[in-house]
């Protein structure tokens, strides 16, 4: 049985006249005939753009009597511009008394928004700018300098500084901490610094990037502002929040908001447990660890680590029975939950596949030479990043909000 063709859906815009397409792919033999044609194609179509544009300025077309103004046509001036198919040269209308302002190609721009958005692109996928002047010029063939890259990159500081500021919701379930280490020079000196990055849940389980922080100097004192941001920008109340031991944020934390409860991140607690253990143990030692996170009740994982320091492996590796100790207060918490909350609070997935993909562009860079650079990069992946997050939410939200919503009643509003 012979296959029915689908119905191709008609596009949107205007339909080429079948003669031309014909007229057009006669003497198209090769790909170097068919980007020939089409340059032609959008060199005449440009061209015709800006003459409607100006035939419409001056009020009369081409060949008939000018207008009681008196104002009348003046030829053409080259410029050349930039588009993202390659270098595109112009004869651009002008009119004689110099009134007419083209809003297809405006004066003093060399380079058309498709060429922006190509730079920004592969900015974002961590070229650096002498990478990017290499690609542009083997790409284009002129001469492109590092300023024009930079001048293009920079068009985002305004974006940027939009998303920082922006209004938040008021009430996020579960917000995860967490720091990246880049390279950046501050006063002729590369210093390894520390960009925390926020990441919220929703009541609906939909994931948000609140903001990116440089500390200059880790403390209670950076993240009372940084909380203190984040209230300014709407945020009333977080539920929970999930941290990886950072120096003076849980003192912070609770001045801004007191009800929050402190979690330490099981997954960053296991992995620093591990640095410790050879090869060889490392089986063994994750299986005695697991009982503890995983178990039913605090009294349960309390034995639980009662035996891990009973067993041989305490002993080979002494660090990291005290390392649980110290952190127990932070781990206590969650031991309460039922099993749907713990398999939302403990699948760190999210930020560790966010620090993984800001990781690729961060290592084809270096170092940095200033903060503004660094989070440009950071900002251009994120948006990358987040385009491509699923619109639903996973399946362990929607088991787990009956649960929240009954330990934290009136705090978890309803999604919407």
Not at 90 to 100: A, C, H, K, N
Not at 256 to 276: D, G
Not at 333 to 353: D, F, G, K, M, W
Not at 392 to 409: N, S, V, Y
Request: proline share 8%; with cysteine.
């Amino acid at each position: 049985m012979a296959r029915r063709k689908k119905d191709v859906a008609p596009t949107d815009g205007p339909v080429l006249p079948a003669g031309l397409i014909e007229q057009l792919a006669a003497g198209v033999r090769t790909p170097e005939d068919f980007y020939a044609v089409f340059r032609q194609c959008q060199k005449a179509l440009t061209e015709r753009v800006l003459q409607a544009e100006l035939t419409h300025h001056l009020g009369y077309p081409p060949g008939e009597a000018r207008g009681p103004d008196g104002k009348a046509r003046n030829g053409t001036t080259p410029k050349t511009v930039l588009t993202e198919t390659g270098v595109l040269p112009l004869d651009i209308p002008w009119d004689r008394q110099s009134t007419f302002t083209p809003q297809f190609v405006p004066k003093g721009v060399r380079r058309l928004p498709g060429f922006d958005e190509s730079v920004i692109a592969l900015y974002a996928r961590g070229l650096t700018v002498r990478e990017l002047q290499a690609y542009l010029e083997e790409r284009y063939q002129v001469p492109v300098s590092p300023d024009l890259i930079s001048t293009v990159t920079a068009e985002v500081f305004e974006e940027l500084t939009a998303w920082q500021g922006r209004p938040l919701e008021p009430v996020y379930v579960a917000v995860a901490f967490d720091a990246l280490r880049v390279k950046i020079r501050d006063e002729g000196v590369v210093r390894n610094k520390a960009v925390y990055l926020a990441l919220g849940v929703h009541p609906d389980g939909r994931k948000e990037v609140l903001g990116l922080w440089i500390a200059q100097t880790e403390g209670a004192a950076f993240w009372h502002r940084v909380f203190s941001e984040l209230q300014g920008r709407g945020v009333q109340d977080i539920l929970v929040a999930l941290i990886d031991g950072l120096a003076g944020l849980p003192e912070a934390l609770h001045t801004v908001f007191p009800q929050t409860q402190i979690h330490r991140c099981v997954v960053h607690l296991v992995r620093q447990s591990l640095r410790y253990v050879s090869w060889t143990d490392r089986k063994a030692v994750a299986a005695l660890l697991r009982p503890i996170y995983t178990a039913a009740s605090e009294p349960l994982a309390r034995a639980a680590l009662t035996a891990m320091a009973a067993s041989p492996y305490a002993a080979r590796y002494p660090d990291i029975v005290p390392l649980w100790d110290r952190h127990w207060e932070g781990l206590a918490p969650a031991l309460q939950y039922p099993p749907e909350i713990r398999r939302v609070l403990y699948t760190t997935n999210a930020i560790e596949s966010l620090n993984s993909a800001l990781r690729k562009p961060l290592k084809a860079r270096g170092h940095f030479p200033n903060d503004d650079a660094t989070l440009k990069l950071l900002y251009l992946a994120l948006r990358n990043i987040q385009q491509q997050w699923k619109a639903q939410p996973a399946k362990e939200w929607r088991a787990a909000l009956p649960h929240l919503k009954l330990l934290f009643g009136a705090r978890l509003p309803d999604p919407l």
